[in-house]
């Protein structure tokens, strides 16, 4: 054990002495400069080891792929079920605050603590006004402004107004509350409200000093201008500019935003008043950014005319000119621009693509989350090129960029684009290649979408659709679309004929066709006021399948229901399917279905029901009672001449 001591100690000395050299040879010694981490940073850091699949669904319902909702609906009720649970914690919390200690964490978190309710003057004071300002508590904010009697600083009094312009009134909780319920909520409508205290603000704050009373006309005209109160907005913009009250860059996009939505205006006049404000903010030395790009690209994207390509360049350049980098909307509103002129802008668009796939982008501009599901929808409807939804894909999935879908309508928009463009050039194999990796991990189609794959199968062969057909029927079964319609496009496709005997296929298309049927009495039965007659070649293709699949009685009672209810069905129904039937119903000797045949056949008046009486009058099974049947349909005549051309 000495031995192993000495060798230890040794070691020791001589790794101390080899660091002495090699410092001495330095005549400084260089410390590198502190990184500050936060407390999560090294599970950041193992995480980002661990290779990412962008096709996984986040912790909303459950991280398992066989406990995913299998209705469209029931994505939406369980996420919200799920953020429910915050929403009445946050009820409880703000109404019955009495109910919880004061030190409920150990450390103190903040949001923990029980909400004050301020009544007393003695509780309030302009510091405590300025924290409510900053946690946008808009209610607490007016009480202690009110409590203290408008006793503040001016400075503290525009902040009050900037904060009621911007919100007037409106839900001013933080995005990041309740995520799940932004993502499926629609976009804010903002309604401008006149209250008593954003008045008293506004008329109290323009009578001060030039600088304050220019500081509370932007904080108005950007708030009347956000709720869209044109003619209010304009008005007081027209005012400041004749008065020369100075602006701010945020104002100017506002005013340059309404301008879309004035309606007396043409589209000429809208781009030459956007040429005026920019040169406007260039005398006067108010720097644009980013927002005045999109809000002038909006102006001219949403004005078509001859020259807005033109104008579009020109603004380009003049903005790069100036360092300022686009942000997504910028290249949405170009994309927009592009497309008015046809399938010449291919290369442009491309080109775009190409750009906007160096560069990485953080959330500049309400309309940059609309950037990547428009992208898409022009990929399919103006280019219906595979390789530029393919490249909008992969930027999506690059990094952080699947931020960029905020809402529940762009990821439908999105996904509905591409699939479709995935759907029109592809393979049958490759296109289903990518359904199964999108369905339903990542997106449910919509009945439209599936209407448009099954129009889109009907011109393959039908040995190629037969697997892919039993796809689309148990997922639309699963998703629980109730589309009659729908449901009997997929059930044209199911042509059992071209499946082996052995094929497990054959029982699900039989299968199908019963369900179908029963839908169709259901859809007569709850609605037969607006009912869509259903046509009788559909019913017989159901018959067939029930009879290649052995069931006999339910084929007959298809067939008896459609024969006895004609003005529930539409008769087209042909020849040869009305034969094929009949051959049927004869090879497997069934003489009551060979007699529905007949009885449909003469009821609306084919030729053939000769010919078929005559094959089944030689039957063997036919008996007295068949017979009689057998007569009633053809007559009498028709049978004598068979029995005397017999004889």
Known sequence: MNHFKYISSSRGSWCQLKRLQSSSSNSTIQIPPRIERKPTDILNALESTIPKDQMTTGYVYHDDPFLLPTKKQNHRTYALSYESGKKAAMWVHKAHGNLFPRNLSEPLVKAFK?????????????????????????????????????????????????????????????????????????????????????????KFLIEQDPETAALA??????????????????????????????????????????????????????????????????????????????????????????????????????????????????????????VEKGDSTYNDFMHLLHTVSKENFTIQDPMDVTFFSVAMEYALKCYNDRKAGDMIHKILLTGDNYKFISDNDGDNLYYNSYIRLLLRTSTIDEFFKFYEEFVPNEHIPSVRLYTEIVNELKFHEQKAVAKYVARIWSDITLFGYMNLSLKLDVISLMEIACLPAESPLRTVFVDAAWTCWNDIKMEIQNKLQTYTPVQTAMTGSIVMMLLCGNRINESMDVLLYTIEQPHLFVPTMTKEQLTKLFESYISKNCVTGTLLVLQYATNFGFPQATEMARKLYDHPQLTDIDRNKLINLVGEEVLDTLDKSKS
């Open 217 to 338: 006309h932007n904080a108005m005209l950007c708030g009347l201008a956000k709720c869209l109160r044109i003619d209010e907005s304009w008005m007081l913009f027209e005012k400041c500019e004749n008065e020369n009250i100075p602006l701010t860059v945020t104002t100017y996009n506002y005013i340059m935003k309404i301008m879309i939505n004035i309606d007396n205006k043409k589209n000429e006049e809208k781009v030459a008043n956007v040429y005026k404000l920019l040169k406007s903010m260039a005398k006067k030395g108010i720097r644009p950014n980013v927002r005045t790009l999109n809000a002038a690209l909006k102006l001219i994207s949403s004005s078509p005319s001859l020259a807005a390509d033109n104008f579009m360049k020109h603004l380009c350049k003049e903005f790069k000119q100036l360092n300022i980098k686009f942000s997504l909307a910028s290249y949405r509103h170009i994309i927009k621009i592009l």
């Open 114 to 202: 029980p909400p004050i309710k301020y009544t007393r003057k003695d509780q309030v004071s302009e510091e405590i006004l300025l924290q409510a300002m900053s946690e946008y508590r808009l209610s607490d904010a007016i009480d202690i402004y009110e409590l203290l009697e408008t006793n503040v600083s001016n400075k503290t009094k525009q902040a009050l107004l900037e904060l009621l312009c911007f919100y007037n009134y409106g839900n001013a909780s933080p995005n990041n509350t309740l995520p799940i319920e932004q993502w499926y909520s629609k976009p804010a409508v903002f309604i401008w409200k006149h209250n008593k205290q954003v008045d008293d603000l506004y």
